[in-house]
């Protein structure tokens, strides 16, 4: 199963840091990429960045300066999203999303979202 399924996130206070995790369902499934956004209350949804699956290789919205890391570990067929010095403004649901293969023309499939709050 392709479906991801993340998790880590919660409430934190400015200044700290999280990280989220996203495995695809199926233990048997490898990624051809996967991607992580954001949505806060009364903005659109923002793409915070991507993964490659197989070398790893990433890239960044614009929106991100710095603070964002997106990583995976293949042995355990999870991505990562590291994110330091949590500001207010970092309130959102947070997905992962994975591009099952070269072919498919975006990511195909979602997971749920995972709840960031962050208080001042």
């Known amino acids: 199963q392709a479906q991801p399924v993340e998790s880590g996130g919660g409430l934190v206070q400015a200044g700290g840091s999280l990280r989220l995790s996203c495995a695809p369902s199926g233990r048997t499934f490898t990624p051809y990429a996967m991607g992580w956004f954001r949505h806060a209350p009364g903005k659109e949804r923002e793409q915070l960045g991507a993964i490659n699956w197989s070398g790893g290789s990433t890239f960044y919205g614009d929106s991100v300066k710095g603070r964002f890391t997106i990583s995976r570990d293949t042995a355990k067929n999870t991505g990562y999203l590291q994110i330091n010095n949590l500001q207010p403004e970092d309130t959102a649901v947070y997905y992962c999303?994975?591009?099952?293969?070269?072919?498919?023309?975006?990511?195909?499939?979602w997971g749920q979202g995972t709840q960031v709050t962050v208080s001042s």
């Open positions: 999303a994975v591009r099952s293969s070269r072919q498919s023309s975006g990511f195909d499939y």
